[in-house]
């Protein structure tokens, strides 16, 4: 059984910086694809940045150049740095998996954690 578990999120001014992390047994597969999504109140989920086990990365544009992704394997941990943080980035942050070969386009990713909450003020 997959899990993942968030933690990092907390509330920071606009402009500031998190780090959230994410400890995860998917790191025990070969193939892998791990991924940070957010959801605010109201709004539907939004997938936001993908890393697989060949270290391949992709963002949504609306954080990439703020957000960075990335693994440590050998912690079993996958973080997502979070720079110049702002009001409209307040929501629950998950991260999820999925066993596959590549991340490719894929969104049905079929492991989740139970989520971190950042707020922004501003």
């Known amino acids: 059984q997959v899990q993942l578990v968030e933690s990092g999120g907390g509330s920071v001014q606009a402009g500031g910086s998190l780090r959230l992390s994410c400890v995860s047994s998917?790191?025990?597969?070969?193939?892998?694809?791990m991924a940070w999504y957010r959801q605010a109140p109201g709004k539907n989920r939004e997938w936001l940045t993908s890393?697989?086990?060949?270290?391949?990365?992709t963002y949504a544009d609306s954080v990439k150049g703020r957000f960075t992704t990335s693994q440590d394997a050998s912690k079993d941990t996958l973080y997502l740095q979070m720079d110049r943080l702002e009001p409209e980035d307040t929501a629950m942050y998950y991260c999820a998996g999925g066993i596959w070969d590549a991340c490719g386009s894929r969104r049905d990713h079929g492991y989740w954690g139970w989520g971190t909450q950042v707020t922004v003020s501003a």
């Open positions: 998917m790191f025990k597969y070969d193939r892998y694809c």
């Open positions: 890393i697989d086990s060949s270290g391949t990365i």
